[in-house]
């Protein structure tokens, strides 16, 4: 015997399963009409292949998958496409749905079709496809589409396979009639599904409530290594998380897929479904769906066409409406009730259930929480459900997703036990859509904060640009100045022609230009910002006092030989092509800017010797004040001493060459 | 039929809170009978004054609060707050007594904070506490058990009550009161030279202690409240009355067995201690809220002012209820411990 685990909490609510389990499972026949919704299943609606008055043969498709996670939707029988269109559907908020509806023509005429005996043969991944091609969505109630959940990424290894056959919810017999019928179906479909994953064990669990399933399955799993495992029956064992710690001992972390602890689980009728769609070929048309409730005549099991109207189906089992108070589709545990007995079953209808007012009475006012603690104590996964609620109705979200809220599997333990019959999972249900609402608003609003600021930040970057371009222009224009009156200076060539390339780029657009030239004069370019950036790192060097200074030192002197040789080469080359230039007219703007650079060097040069000694002492005059200016400030905002040391030997030299600069003044004035 | 249209679950177990309060008020009858065997009518009269004082006092809340009566007064808790307050009351106390306790239990304790499940303390022992701190000299006026003086029959216990002015009952120390009065004689010679003390216990007094343990092990059976504060509150008192028991000196606690069928202790870790509304929530925070009570009662006991101490010490850790339950948040599934391999 295998040892099995607990877990914690759980209730044991009349079981009431006995009546619907008397006779075995009933065809439901074909109903005039099938209403087949497009969404029947976790994940994207199916959407419709075929168009209004198309004859469909059973079997064929008529919705195909739309994304990973969907699955197609096949005729549960032959008929005329009647229509398309919003229907009321099984859905706890009651609303409408695309629907494909069917006239049945009463012929169930198949589509032709074949299976695959020998799947073995087939590849993993064409397996899986002929189980997502069928339609197969978890049948436990989830719909969650099987083929996605068979998806494994290639590194993951699956150690347990285990097949779900606890049907813990009251009332709800279609798993337990499904393995005492067709329990070798069961261990079929457990088989493909052990090929496909390949894991190291496959277990089939059990409550031990159904003692008849157990034999069959024990007998119908005899030599196939697929092992039985029974143990008590408490609600919600068969709750996937619960299942799992119950065989395994582990726990599917918060938030977490059951592959991450190395197990996969499927529904003992999802295991059927995967069994004729691949060995059988049949699509996922119909399912054994329990209807049961005091107000009928007959409770029973019945093999029945996905699509069949609610209200059928109840006639089959003697409905007596005027005795129900509510029609639930699922369990008395975890079902939702529908608004009306003409909406559909579907792919994870397991249950239909009609239950009397004395029955399942309509529940009382709920009176205050005495915080007695019945609820924490029957939690299955160990939460408090009387602070939770103690938070949710104060609306204090942080507090109750801090109590762990998206845990809750809304099992429906703590309102059945709750002394108060205070609807907990109502309360907890509502906060957790209002904490998901609260988390969509809260990303859009933070979206268009973003995109706010990403608004402002372009526009504010493209005032500084601009706003650096007119500084740049400024600097330029000084530069220039400066340089065109400082002696021997290269500078206002220099910037003719990088001011004459801009404007030629502009207007020639990138026309090849004397690539002699281009050279040079990037060369003097880039070897000038190098120099920049050395001289930058050297004052930061300075300023910080670094170990670095003196290589850096030797780095900006080494750049301003190179800078000297390449602004030489320049020159000589510009000197060289003047002579020709001289006698043709200007090709284009650079030519022409570096002429008039050139006229205006003559220029200077044509200064009479006083004039340029003059004015070369006022210039030098004129930087003496600004750095003496300089020094001032430093002093007062208390710069570093190397700083300062560096203006003082500035002001120093610039002293010097003022004296020198007045000598030649004199001398010139002198000659 | 027109079809409900309902949220799960559809299904719901037979308990209900009117229920829980019936049980609680089943399981004081023992104790009940053994106080008024040993005591006299005194406890019954209180009881049943205080009953209608106190239906009176939660019918006039609701009143004011517009509430509707009968739904709320149906839930009984009023008269468990009678119940617990006037088993916990001396005998034979006097009418307005039993109605200013009653009313500051329910209209203080209680309504004023929103009614039952909203109030952070025991209504029955807040109003305990404010009638001993206002009235401590009737407040500590025990009759004599049953062969140590006179027996009060029924209608000395109406006029107790009712006509205070002409009862003259006689009063006698309990057997805490004496131990906490001793200071030369060892615990042996206190036992001979006072006829309250029996075989464990006082007299009376051990057997309503086994009384109320033997109701608050029904309810337990019952499956009202976990076993996990009143049997810490018991064996945390236990453990530091064995500590401190110096094998019966003068200066001695007096011993665990002592301490346990004395007082209010049975009825305390039964009744008070485990109201649900007051306590902390999660397993391991009861049983730290009934360790702690366990403690504080000692402590009070032996080195406090007032001879009995379960009203003090549960009150003082009502507050702390809250407090207890942000550490004790149990492990939710999923969330570490077993992860992964077993």
């Given at each position: 015997?295998r040892?099995t685990?607990?877990?914690?909490g759980?209730?044991h609510?009349?079981e009431?399963k ?6 075995p ?15 029947q299943?976790?994940?994207a ?8 008055g ?10 195909d998958?739309?994304?990973f ?5 096949h005729?549960?029988t ?47 991944a ?13 049948m ?11 998806s ?22 279609a ?7 067709r ?33 069959a ?6 030599d ?11 609600y ?27 197990v ?15 060995v059988q070929?049949?699509?996922l048309?119909?399912r054994v769906?329990?209807?049961t409730g005091n107000?009928?005549?007959?409770p029973?099991n ?10 059928y ?7 007596q ?16 009730t529908v608004?009306?007995?003409?909406v559909?079953?579907v792919?994870?209808?397991?249950c ?9 009475p ?18 299955p ?10 938070f ?12 762990n ?5 809304e099992?429906?333990?703590?309102s059945?036990v709750?002394?108060s019959h205070?609807?907990?999972?109502q ?45 740049a ?17 290269q ?25 002699e030239?281009?050279?040079?004069e990037?060369?003097?370019v880039?070897?000038?910002?190098r ?32 800078l ?5 080469a320049?020159?000589n080359?510009?000197?060289s ?25 003559a ?5 009479s010797p006083?004039?340029?000694?003059r004015?070369?002492?006022?210039k ?24 300062i040391?560096a ?6 030299r ?6 020198v ?11 | ?33 053994v106080?008024?065997?040993?005591f ?46 006037c088993?916990?009351?001396p005998p034979?106390s ?16 209680k309504?004023l904070?929103g ?19 206002s ?30 002015q ?5 009063t ?24 309250q ?7 009376g007094?051990e ?5 109320f ?6 309810l337990?059976?019952?499956r ?8 810490a ?20 606690g007096?011993?665990?067995l002592?301490?346990?069928?004395s007082?209010?202790t ?5 009744f ?8 902390a929530?999660?397993v391991?925070?009861r049983?730290?809220y ?6 504080l ?8 002012n ?10 003082i ?26």
């Open positions: 015997m040892k685990f607990g877990f914690h759980g209730i609510p009349p009431n006995r009546q619907s389990v008397r006779t499972i009933a065809e439901a026949g074909i109903p005039p009409e099938l209403i087949i919704p497009l969404a299943h976790i994940g609606p199916a959407s419709a292949v075929v168009t209004v198309e004859r469909v043969l059973k079997g064929q498709m008529i919705a998958a739309r994304g996670v969907s699955v197609p939707v005729a549960p032959s008929g005329v496409i009647h229509a398309i269109e919003d229907r009321l559907i099984a859905h706890p908020s009651g609303h409408l749905a695309p629907c494909i509806v069917i006239a049945t023509d009463g012929k169930d005429e198949w589509l032709p079709h074949s299976g695959t005996p020998d799947y073995e043969a087939l590849d993993t064409d397996l899986i496809n002929v189980i997502r091609n069928a339609g197969i969505a978890g436990g109630g989830a719909g969650f589409p099987s083929a996605v959940k068979l494994l990424k290639p590194d993951m290894h699956i150690a347990t396979l285990i097949i779900n056959g606890t049907e813990c919810e009251p009332y709800i017999t798993d337990d009639i499904l393995m005492r019928e329990a070798d179906h069961i261990i079929a479909g457990a088989k493909i599904l052990r090929h496909i994953i390949t894991p190291d064990e496959t277990l089939i669990g059990v409550e031990d409530n159904k003692p008849e399933s157990i034999a399955l024990l007998a119908a799993a005899q196939s290594g697929i092992e039985i495992v029974v143990f008590p029956t408490k919600p064992s068969g709750g996937e998380k619960q299942l799992i710690e119950i065989l395994t001992g582990k726990q599917v972390p918060s938030g977490g897929l059951p592959s991450q602890v190395g996969i689980c499927q529904n003992v009728g999802t295991a059927v479904a995967i069994y004729e769609a691949v070929g049949r699509p048309i119909s769906t329990t209807v107000s009928l005549r007959e029973q019945f093999q029945v066409l996905i699509g069949t109207p609610m209200s189906l109840l006639e089959r089992a003697g409905y409406a005027e005795k129900n108070n509510r029609l639930i589709m699922g369990g008395p545990m975890m079902g939702f608004p009306d007995a003409g559909p079953i792919k994870t209808t397991n239909l259930l009609a239950p009397t007012e004395s029955e399942l309509t529940p009382p006012p709920a009176q205050a929480c005495i915080r007695c603690g019945l609820c924490a104590e029957a939690c996964v160990s939460l408090l459900p009387q602070q939770m609620f103690w949710a109705q104060g609306k204090e979200f942080d507090k109750l997703e801090h109590h809220l998206f845990d809750c599997i099992c429906g333990a703590c059945y709750c002394p205070i609807p907990l999972v309360y907890y249900r509502a906060s957790k859509a209002e904490i998901l609402q609260l988390r969509r608003d809260h990303e859009k609003a933070e979206q268009s904060r973003i995109r706010f600021e990403a608004r402002q930040q372009r526009l504010e970057q493209a005032e500084a640009e601009k706003e650096a371009k007119r500084a222009r400024k600097l330029a224009a000084e530069q220039r100045a400066q340089a065109a009156s400082t002696e021997g200076a500078d206002p060539i220099e910037a003719a022609i990088e001011r004459a390339k801009a404007k030629k780029a502009s207007q020639q657009g990138g026309v090849s230009a004397e690539s030239l281009d050279k040079l990037k060369a003097v880039t070897t000038r910002k120099l920049d950036t050395a001289t930058t790192k050297l004052e930061e060097a300075r300023a910080q006092g670094s170990d670095l200074v003196e290589a850096l030192q030797a780095g900006v002197e080494k750049t301003r030989s190179k000297a040789e390449a602004e030489q320049l020159h080359y510009l000197a092509q003047n002579a020709v230039s001289a006698e043709r007219p200007p090709q284009d703007a650079a030519q022409a800017a570096i002429e008039k650079a050139m006229a205006a060097r220029l200077d040069a044509a200064l006083t004039e340029k000694a004015a070369d002492l006022a030098l005059q004129q930087r003496l004040q600004k750095s003496q200016d300089s020094l001032a400030r430093s002093r007062t905002n208390g710069d570093e001493a190397k700083i040391e203006l003082e030997s500035t002001v120093a610039l002293t010097e060459k003022i004296s600069a007045q000598q030649q003044l004199n001398t010139a004035e002198h000659a | 039929m027109a079809l409900i249209r309902l949220t799960s679950p559809h299904a719901h177990g037979p308990m209900s809170t009117q229920r829980v309060m019936q049980n609680v008020l089943l399981a004081t009858v023992p104790g009940i009978i106080l008024t065997h040993f006299g009518f005194g406890t019954l009269v209180n009881i049943a004054w205080g009953s209608v004082v106190a239906l009176a006092c939660e019918a006039l809340a609701l009143k004011l609060r517009r509430r509707p009566l009968g739904f709320y007064l149906k839930d009984c808790s009023a008269l468990v707050t009678a119940f617990l307050l088993i916990a009351l034979y006097p009418w307005w007594l039993i109605a200013v306790g009653i009313a500051s239990a329910i209209l203080l304790a309504q904070y009614g039952l499940g909203y109030n952070p303390f025991n209504p029955a022992m807040a109003g305990y506490v404010i009638l001993l701190i009235f401590p000299l009737q407040m500590t006026a025990w009759a004599p058990p049953r062969g140590l003086g006179e027996m009060p029959g029924l209608l000395d216990a109406l006029q107790a009550c009712f006509s205070p002409l009862y003259d009952g006689i006698m120390a309990t057997p805490l009161d004496l131990l906490k009065q001793n200071n030369s004689l060892l615990i042996d010679d206190l036992w001979q030279q006072n006829p003390f029996g075989r464990w216990a006082g007299i007094w057997w309503a202690n086994i009384a343990l033997a109701g608050g092990a029904w337990l059976y019952q009202i409240f976990t076993w996990h504060a009143p049997v509150m018991l064996a945390s008192l236990s453990l530091l009355a064995a500590v401190f028991y110096d094998g019966g000196s003068s200066a001695s007096g011993s665990p002592f301490h346990l069928l007082g209010a049975m009825f305390g870790a039964f008070i201690v485990t109201d649900p509304v007051t306590s929530v999660s391991r925070g049983l730290i009934g360790a702690l009570i366990g403690a009662v000692y402590i009070i006991r032996v080195r406090g007032y001879p009995d101490a379960v009203a003090f010490a549960v009150l850790m009502n507050f702390a209820a809250p407090f207890i339950d942000y550490y004790t948040q149990p492990r939710t599934y999923g969330h570490g411990g077993k992860q992964g391999e077993p």
